[in-house]
């Protein structure tokens, strides 16, 4: 009665699955009663409900087999849930994430990220762009020992070790050759990733094409 604003007065006798269920779950609200019926129990099975208010609530059900004391089936007990603050925390949380990942791809900056092992398991169109080197073909690679040039692989380990630390490092300057052999020079800010239970999961680098920047300070340098 709380959940739905109808009074038990108001259902008994009355068809739930005709008169009660959303009608784009008649179908399989019907199926899970006739097999609980035919002594085939279901759990966690997720449905709305539209209370008195035509207010939607999401229900988390359980249909129990109900029996009489010589084991005859005489109908279908429903045990439910309301998970309508779950569910609209996890479409929240999901259209966040959704965001999220909007905004790494399209950043105007390159962005990668790797896994504890090193293995790339991020990498941003600007990414793509700077470097040549599209996302198919770095994902699941050793960052450090395929895309760091030999100079620089030792130190630029070290940021992301120290990452996987949770120590985090701003404004780590090194060189990358793009797959023309290229050489752009990247600042980095190296950023612990965690999952959301706290533990690290990665690292997540963005980066800031520095060439010009870099190549007008070596010119300056020259002519002062």
Not at 31 to 46: K, M, P, S
Not at 86 to 92: L, M, N, P, R, S
Not at 101 to 115: H, L
Request: net charge negative.
């Amino acid at each position: 009665e709380s959940i739905t604003g109808f009074m038990k007065s108001e259902v008994l006798g009355k068809n739930l699955v005709e008169e009660i269920i959303a009608k784009e779950y008649k179908k399989s609200v019907k199926e899970v009663f006739d097999r609980a019926l035919l002594g085939t129990e279901t759990a966690n099975f997720e449905l709305p409900l539209y209370t008195k208010a035509n207010d939607r609530v999401e229900v988390l059900l359980n249909a129990t087999t109900r029996r009489s004391v010589d084991g005859s089936i005489i109908g279908v007990i429903g045990v439910g849930q309301d998970i309508t603050l779950a569910k609209t925390a996890q479409a929240q949380s999901e259209q966040t994430a959704l965001e999220l990942r909007q905004f790494v791809e399209t950043a105007n900056a390159p962005i990668f990220g790797i896994d504890p092992q090193g293995m790339v398991n991020e990498w941003n169109q600007m990414a793509e762009s700077i470097t040549g080197f599209m996302k198919s073909e770095v994902l699941g690679k050793n960052l450090v020992e395929e895309f760091i040039t030999e100079e620089y692989k030792e130190s630029v380990k070290q940021v992301f070790d120290r990452a996987m630390l949770g120590t985090e490092t701003t404004n780590f300057e090194f060189p990358l050759y793009t797959k023309g052999g290229r050489r752009v020079e990247v600042l980095l800010n190296a950023t612990t990733r965690r999952s959301v239970d706290g533990s690290i999961t990665g690292v997540i680098g963005v980066g800031q094409d520095i060439t010009l920047a870099k190549t007008a300070q070596a010119q300056s340098e020259q002519t002062a």
